[in-house]
C-alpha cells in the first residue's frame, strides 16, 4: 500500500469515515522521498527501538518498523485507529499507544516497551506544538540518543540557531543545553496533504550526556534565560533585575564579576555565559527560595 499516494489516502479515509481535526494540525505527508530519509538519517536500524511522536496514516512508522526491531508509537487521534491496523498490519514489531504524548509518561512507558534497547525518538510534529514536545523529551532525561523531527522551517532555524548569534532565542539556549542540534534537509509545503502555508524542515538533536548540574541550578538558568530573552532588544540588565528582583546596580556588578557586561542584550550571551552567570546569582541566592 502506497501512502503517499493521494488516491490511495483518500480511499482510506473514505473507507473509514476520517475527516481532518484541525485543533491538531494534521498535515498528511505524500512524498514518497521523505520519510526513509527521516528514518535513515535518524538512526533506524537493528537492535534500535524507535519511539514516534504522531503517526499520521502510517508513512513515517513504516518507514521505521522495516529497519527497527520495534517501534512504539504515540498518537492523540483515536479516529486512527482502523485506518493504521490496516496501514501496518503487515509488522508485529509496532506497538501504537493512543494518548496525549503531553500527559504520558514517556520514561515509564520506555522502561516497559524498550528495556535495555537504544531509543531513538521520530516525529513529524504539528507546527502548533513543537517546542512543547522537544522540550519534554530532553527535560525528561529520557534514555534517548537522538531526536530527529520535522518542524516548520522557520521553527527549525531557531531551534538550531547557536547561542551568541543573532537567530537564537530562549528555545535555541535551551536545546543546545540538552543535545547538538543539527538542519538535515528542508521539505517543500507541497510535500503534504493539505498543503500548510509555509515550508517544513527535518532537524536533529544528538542527546548530550547528563549534566552533573542539579534540577534547582538548571531551573534557575532557564529562569535567566527566559528572562533574558523577553524583552531581547534591551540589555539584559533590565529584565533580569525585575525577574530575579536584584536592583540593577547590584546585578550589573554581580554580571561584571563573572565576565558579562551589563549592557549585553541575550543574543550576546553563549551558553557558557549563561551557565557563569546562573553560578553567580545561585551564590547570591543561596538565603533565598529560587
Excluded at 533506524?44 to 513504516?62: F, R, S, W
Amino acid at each position: 500500500m502506497e501512502l503517499t499516494n493521494i488516491g490511495v489516502i483518500k480511499q482510506l479515509f473514505e473507507q473509514h469515515g476520517f475527516s481532518f481535526t484541525k485543533s491538531l494540525g494534521q498535515n498528511f505527508l505524500i512524498n514518497p522521498a521523505v520519510c526513509p530519509k527521516i528514518a535513515e538519517m535518524g538512526g533506524a536500524k537493528p537492535g534500535v527501538c524507535a519511539l514516534e511522536i504522531g503517526t499520521g496514516v502510517g508513512v513515517l512508522t513504516k518507514e521505521l518498523a522495516m529497519r527497527c526491531d520495534k517501534v512504539v508509537a504515540v498518537e492523540i487521534d483515536t479516529s486512527l485507529k482502523p485506518i493504521l491496523s490496516e496501514t501496518l498490519a503487515e509488522f508485529d514489531n509496532v506497538e501504537i499507544v493512543f494518548a496525549d504524548v503531553m500527559q504520558t509518561d514517556l520514561a515509564a512507558l520506555l522502561a516497559e516497551k524498550a528495556a535495555g534497547m537504544e531509543v531513538v525518538v521520530c516525529a513529524n510534529l504539528p507546527y502548533y506544538i513543537t517546542s512543547p514536545v522537544i522540550m519534554r523529551v530532553l527535560e525528561s532525561r529520557l534514555p534517548v540518543s537522538a531526536m530527529t523531527v520535522m518542524v516548520q522551517k522557520e521553527a527549525a532555524d531557531r531551534i538550531c540557531a547557536r547561542p551568541g548569534t543573532r537567530d537564537c532565542g530562549a528555545i535555541s539556549c535551551a536545546v543546545s543545553y540538552y543535545s547538538e542540534p543539527k538542519l538535515l534537509f528542508k521539505v517543500g509545503r507541497g510535500s503534504f496533504m493539505p498543503s500548510p502555508n509555509v515550508d517544513s524542515a527535518v532537524i536533529r538533536l544528538d542527546v548530550k550526556p547528563l549534566s552533573d548540574r542539579s534540577a534547582e541550578w538548571e531551573r534557575l538558568m532557564f529562569r535567566i534565560i527566559r528572562a533574558a530573552f523577553s524583552q531581547r532588544r534591551k540589555q539584559i540588565a533590565n529584565p533580569l533585575s525585575g525577574e530575579l528582583h536584584i536592583p540593577k546596580a547590584e546585578l550589573s556588578e554581580l554580571m561584571q564579576s563573572c565576565g558579562i557586561k551589563p549592557t549585553a542584550r541575550a543574543e550576546e550571551l553563549t551558553l557558557e555565559d549563561f551557565a557563569r552567570l546562573t553560578d553567580c546569582v545561585a551564590l547570591k541566592l543561596t538565603q533565598k527560595s529560587w
